[in-house]
């Protein structure tokens, strides 16, 4: 009796230790690609700069530097930054894309030429693309490492050394 007893909590600690994995697994996954879709939104939102700065070195209340610095903006390989770099860096672009477009707004000719109210659309659209990525690869990130910090889930966490996710956080809003 007590051997089937022994047998049946062994059975029932395994198949709890295995749904605890492929929960850590999906969970994982899920977190990776909310972060695939964050890349590829950011990406995207790269390709509008080189149209950007030519636009902003035709304002004369901003000068050819800051066009310059801005279409340095624009990397090859984002992912050989650090994600805390990476917020850093998109931060920045933001802000930048904010003084173009406050530079611009002082000039009429600019906010009536078509292609220059399409490119800010589409970077506005993109922006707002950016926030709901971020929200869902920041909320699928929070849910994995609370999982990980209950235990004894947490112990699971450690055997397979699954680690907490960073957050990405910067204010993406134009």
């Keep these: 009796m007590v051997v089937w007893f022994l047998f049946g909590a062994m059975c029932v600690l395994v198949l709890i230790f295995i749904l605890a994995y492929f929960k850590f697994a999906s969970l994982s996954k899920q977190t990776q690609k909310a972060w695939q ?18 636009s902003a070195a035709s304002l004369s209340e901003l000068d050819r530097e800051f066009a310059y610095q801005l279409s340095s903006f624009k990397m090859p390989n984002p992912q050989k930054l650090s994600l805390k770099e990476r917020v850093e860096h998109e931060a920045k672009l933001t802000h930048a894309f904010q003084t173009v477009f406050e530079a611009a707004s002082k000039h009429p000719e600019l906010t009536n030429d078509e292609h220059f109210s399409k490119l800010k659309d589409s970077i506005i659209q993109s922006e707002q693309k950016i926030q709901r990525a971020k929200k869902k690869y920041n909320s699928t990130a929070h849910t994995f490492n609370i999982i990980t910090t209950v235990i004894p889930l947490n112990l699971i966490a450690k055997m397979f050394e699954m680690e907490p996710y960073d957050y990405f956080d910067f204010d993406s809003s134009l």
């Design 37 to 54: 879709q964050l890349d590829h939104q950011l990406k995207f939102r790269m390709e509008f700069i080189p149209s950007l700065a030519l």
